[in-house]
């Protein structure tokens, strides 16, 4: 059996230049699954708005429905280190806030640390939850929670100045204490610098080879999403076409008589 992922064991791995895997789940069947397959970070992201919940983008999730959908997977999780993502508004009105909505993460949901979206202007919202023994994972380049503010997904760091900025992020992001950062959707020539220039674990979704890790949505991988495929998601399997097959075979033997056979049915004498 995989031994349990911690924040030590994350930073070794960058050492000893082992790739880190990280996945989403949302629910405990996938929890077990990635757990048998030894992912080493399951995330329950607030991607579950969109790929779960059926909303257009991740600011309608909640603390509650992150909560919910946490305790589900840790219910499957042995050995991953649980990372339950900040759903909008639920870490930059107040401090307090932050630390009090992180700490139910962690107590009600049983995440073992939480994620937050932003640069260098997180850094004591960051402080604040390491202070109360929450690991922090820090998240930079596209953050979908301020797509609004951004005007879309495009890609971040692509300008010299775009690109100091977010070297800079890491580097505040890095003292501030946090154990790793995910990049999102930057050039790989960045992620590589960004990579090299701190200590703790990159985790790339976009961001190219050089990280220190990668992490994708499973349901894009899984290709169990195709309302929004960025270029960056590489679709392993096409899971809705093998559901929408046994779904309409079923459908068709119902119809025609031919479900429940006599293996599934049951005699009196049985
Ligand atoms: O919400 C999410 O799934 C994420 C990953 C894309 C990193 O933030």
């Known amino acids: ?13 960058k050492q000893e230049n082992k790739k880190i895997t990280m996945l989403t789940a949302y629910d405990y069947p996938m929890s077990v699954i990635l757990n048998e397959i030894g992912i080493d970070i399951i995330l329950v992201g607030d991607s579950l708005g969109m790929v779960v919940l059926g909303y257009e983008n991740t ?22 280190f649980l990372v339950s ?30 994620k ?17 023994d929450i690991p922090v994972k820090g998240h930079i380049g596209v953050t979908p929670q301020a797509i609004f503010q951004a005007g879309g997904y ?11 900025k977010l070297l800079n992020d890491a580097k505040e ?8 950062i995910v990049l999102e959707k930057i050039p790989q020539e960045l992620a590589k610098e ?3 220039s701190i200590k703790v674990p990159t985790i790339s979704i976009g961001a190219g080879v050089y990280c220190d890790g990668q992490v994708l949505v499973t349901h894009d991988l899984l290709g169990m999403f195709d309302k929004f495929i960025p270029r960056f998601a590489k679709k392993y399997v096409d899971l809705r076409s093998v559901i929408k097959n046994a779904v309409s075979q079923y459908k068709q033997e119902v119809e025609e008589g031919k479900f429940p056979g006599k293996e599934h049915s049951y005699s009196i004498n049985d």
């Open 1 to 13: 059996m995989k031994n349990k992922t911690t924040v030590n064991s994350l930073i070794k791995m």
């Open 116 to 132: 937050i979206e932003g640069g260098a202007g997180t850094s004591d919202i960051v402080k604040a939850m390491i202070s109360a």
């Open 154 to 164: 495009g890609l971040k760091g692509g300008s010299e100045k775009e690109a100091q």
């Open 59 to 80: 600011l309608s999730v909640t603390v509650d429905d992150v909560i919910y959908h946490t305790k589900a997977v840790a219910r499957g999780n042995s050995s991953a």
């Open 85 to 114: 993502d900040m759903p909008f508004l639920s870490y930059k009105i107040s401090i307090q806030d932050a630390v009090q909505n992180a700490g139910r993460m962690i107590q009600q949901g049983g995440a073992h640390g939480v």
């Open 194 to 196: 960004i990579t090299e």
């Open 173 to 180: 992001l890095e003292k501030a204490g946090v154990f790793s």
